[in-house]
């Protein structure tokens, strides 16, 4: 049991988790001090300071690490090869992240959904939410969608159903974090880069299951055999959806059924594709788990029209279709939005470079007249594309894209932002990046 009251505590990272995360444990008789390498807005650094909260700007954080402290709550982006990080451990000062401190102050017969997945995790975070909601539950939502727990703890009680959308850095180190209810929606080789292999990646997913008894769920994919296999040892009581498979949760007849009972017709649900057919099945797992009836999900399906950055249709200018998947940081996601689509595509991708492969998009190129590609991809993209013998145009910023990719558009055609890549590259996060293309195509 970490200790996290009358303590010495070293916060790795401010940004959002950093600060809510100093905020909420200075309440305790903590020594708190925050470190950054960037500057921060001056209106925070002076709250933080109020409480007593050092605030250090420094790009060798590892010199103020001494064994004289307790804990150490690094921000979720950073890698455990950081040399603080490295350097704690040698000390054995526990390191975790804002989320695995935050559980340590939940009421008492909180009810938790954790919610991870290389991919779906956000769409099916927000239909468990409008669910629950719609079935007149008390719900909050937070984690990776860039609402720190420790922000909402104050608002939590025994009634509170909290759901969380975790990813796999948040996942990292975490020991005595639980949930009730835990959604895997799927497995595939992504973020090897924050963890090295694609071992050290499932094994990571798998702590959302961490401290689970037969009394707890698991949610899992029939369809995903890596998932299958991770999970044969998991305590839980498990759960299964499939879009192809009989299970528990599937697609039947054209019909979403539950159990062998037909919940909503394919054709009813607002958000179209195989892969929101699924986050629909996970998210249907979840919430009748706490008794929520079928008007309240078919209501949900019904109306749900999205997430933000997730296929987001932006406009349509000269009978051009715009859209914004600034969340597609891989190729599975791109993948996803190609298969979307059966006009001819503009495709506008790049980003940091991770070093993966592009070829797995070959097979759902084939609509595909134009790639604009930017960022630190823009080379590797450029070959690729040239190896399709698809028209490739190279730029450097997303502007510059936009404004190529609108130059070349006919009236039928789509423009799509669906980068493939993370966007860390130029922007702070996927958000950013959306909300600018966003910017630019309504200024067009």
């Known amino acids: 049991m970490i200790k996290l009251k009358n303590s010495k505590i070293f916060v790795l990272g401010m940004a959002r988790s950093g600060y809510e995360v100093s905020k909420y444990l200075s309440k305790y008789d903590n020594e708190i001090v925050v470190t950054d390498a960037k500057e921060q807005e001056s209106s925070k650094v002076q709250e933080l300071e109020s409480l007593g909260i050092k605030v250090v700007i420094t790009d060798k954080p590892k010199e103020l690490l001494n064994n004289t402290y307790n804990v150490v709550i690094k921000n979720p982006g950073i890698k455990y090869t950081n040399p603080l990080i490295v350097k704690a451990n040698s000390l054995s000062i526990p390191v975790i992240n804002e989320v695995e401190a935050a559980s340590y102050f939940f009421p008492e017969n909180l009810q938790v959904i954790g919610v991870t997945g290389s991919n779906g995790k956000t769409t099916t975070t927000n239909l468990i939410n409008e669910m629950l909601k719609a079935a007149g539950k008390k719900v909050i939502m937070a984690g990776n969608m860039g609402i720190p727990v420790c922000s909402v703890l104050n608002d939590l009680d025994s009634d509170t159903i909290l759901l969380l959308e975790i990813s796999i850095q948040q996942l990292c180190n975490m020991n005595h974090f639980k949930t009730n209810v835990s959604v895997l929606t799927n497995l595939t080789p992504t973020h090897i880069d924050f963890l090295d292999t694609y071992e050290n990646y499932k094994n990571t997913k798998k702590r959302i299951f961490n401290n689970h008894t037969d009394k707890d769920i698991a949610i899992l ?71 929520v009836d079928n008007a309240a999900i078919i209501k949900v399906l019904k109306e749900f029209g999205g997430v933000e950055h997730r296929l987001e249709y932006v406009r349509t200018l000269n009978n051009v279709e715009y859209y914004n998947d600034s969340k597609a940081t891989n190729t599975v996601s791109t993948t996803i939005a190609l298969k979307a689509f059966n006009k001819p595509t503009i495709l506008i991708m790049g980003g940091l470079d991770r070093g993966h492969s592009f070829e797995p998009l070959n097979d759902y190129m084939k609509n595909v007249k134009l790639v604009v590609c930017y960022g630190q991809t823009k080379n590797r993209i450029e070959k690729w594309a040239d190896s399709l013998n698809i028209a490739v145009k190279v730029v450097d910023n997303l502007h510059d894209a936009t404004m190529y990719a609108n130059s070349k558009a006919l009236s039928g055609d789509v423009i799509l932002l669906s980068p493939a890549c993370a966007s860390w590259d130029q922007y702070k996060c996927f958000e950013d990046r959306g909300t600018e293309y966003k910017t630019i195509v309504n200024g067009l």
């Open 221 to 291: 994919n029939l369809n995903n055999n890596d998932e299958i296999e991770l999970t044969k040892d998991i305590k839980s009581h498990k759960v299964y959806f499939s879009s192809t498979c009989n299970t528990d949760i599937c697609i039947n007849d054209d019909y979403i059924t539950y159990f062998g009972e037909k919940i909503i017709k394919l054709e009813d649900i607002k958000l179209q594709g195989m892969h929101n057919y699924e986050n629909a099945c996970c998210a249907i797992g979840a919430v009748k788990h706490y008794n």
